[in-house]
């Protein structure tokens, strides 16, 4: 039997565009990332245009490339997600509104009670795309000399889940009386204290916000490693893709979804959404015109260092002309 399936869009913003040269381009915005009317804009017309979601990326060091190609870079600066989204959320109706939070460099409970004001701030609409920071310049900046190994930031990552949603469950949905004839506020019953102690998180609660809107906002992931397809398959109800290829997408989707039976998931509760780079034209040639005029603007300082960032290793003395060489394992995020 066909069911009736339904297309879902959601605008990765980090917080504007995600291609390097963007803010160059003509008629472009290049202080939208720290200028609230644009982003308000933005929200509004994406919601117009019945996207599901605001996708907040976010990074948590400035430092994450030699000064020559960060100078180059529109993404040193821009709002905290945090406070960006509530007040999005004010200004919208409808239009989902996920943030990057990092449960590397973030506590749980932070976390939780954030996620949770923003889910009654938008009246249902948060969600919270969980990741491990990929950044090594982001442990210095949080007192650590070097990033967790990736298996460990992955594991205090599934721990971390643990917590976060625990505490959404810190009150039943009618736990609030606010009873001013009785003089009750709340029912002791109603409220579950969570007393966690594992590997790596100790938290008692209970969470000092109300249960969610949603019960809990919506989990989000974007990890392609081993670890991060495993717990995206654990965790998800979106994950945001990036292959290159349809095939290698298909791959990653069968591979995603096939691990949700074991783990006691339904693989129709996972929506994966592949990542693109869209551009606009009145025809084929127009827009492959557009891409080029795009592609032209990335100067070679900003393109080496973000092949670098993404590569894990210093791609400055590669020959531009040449095949990728033999890259070696490293701790930097990973998509395969």
Do not use: C
């Amino acid at each position: 039997m066909s069911r009736d399936r339904q297309l879902h869009l959601g605008a990765f913003m980090r917080p504007v565009g995600i291609h390097t040269a963007w803010w160059r381009y003509p008629g472009g915005y290049p202080d939208a990332n720290f200028n609230f009317e644009h982003l308000t804009h933005f929200a509004r017309r994406l919601e117009a245009a019945k996207f599901d979601a605001f996708f907040m990326a976010d990074h948590l060091a400035v430092m994450n490339m030699p000064v020559a190609a960060l100078r180059r870079s529109a993404t040193v600066t821009s709002f905290d997600p945090l406070t960006l989204l509530p007040a999005l959320a004010a200004l919208t109706s409808r239009i989902g509104l996920i943030a990057t939070a990092s449960t590397t460099y973030n506590e749980p409970y932070h976390v939780a009670r954030k996620f949770a004001s923003l889910d009654h701030i938008s009246r249902g609409r948060a969600g919270w795309n969980l990741v491990t920071s990929g950044n090594p310049d982001e442990a210095l900046n949080f007192g650590r000399d070097a990033h967790l190994d990736h298996a460990v930031r992955y594991a205090r990552a599934r721990e971390f889940y643990d917590v976060v949603t625990g505490l959404w469950d810190s009150w039943a949905d009618d736990a609030f009386l606010m009873d001013p004839e009785s003089g009750l506020f709340f029912d002791p019953e109603k409220m579950h204290v969570l007393d966690h102690q594992g590997a790596f998180l100790k938290v008692k609660g209970p969470l000092n916000v109300a249960r969610p809107v949603q019960g809990w906002p919506v989990i989000v992931q974007a990890g392609a490693s081993e670890a991060g397809k495993q717990i995206a398959a654990a965790t998800a109800e979106m994950v945001f893709g990036a292959s290159a290829t349809l095939e290698a997408a298909q791959a990653y989707y069968s591979d995603v979804k096939g691990r949700m039976p074991e783990l006691g998931r339904d693989p129709d509760h996972l929506k994966i959404l592949p990542g693109a780079l869209v551009i606009l034209g009145e025809t084929e040639a127009e827009a492959q015109a557009k891409r080029a005029r795009l592609d032209d603007l990335v100067h070679p300082d900003s393109g080496l260092a973000n092949l670098s960032v993404r590569l894990g290793v210093d791609a400055s003395g590669f020959d531009l002309d040449a095949p990728l060489p033999e890259i070696p394992e490293t701790n930097a995020s990973k998509t395969s």
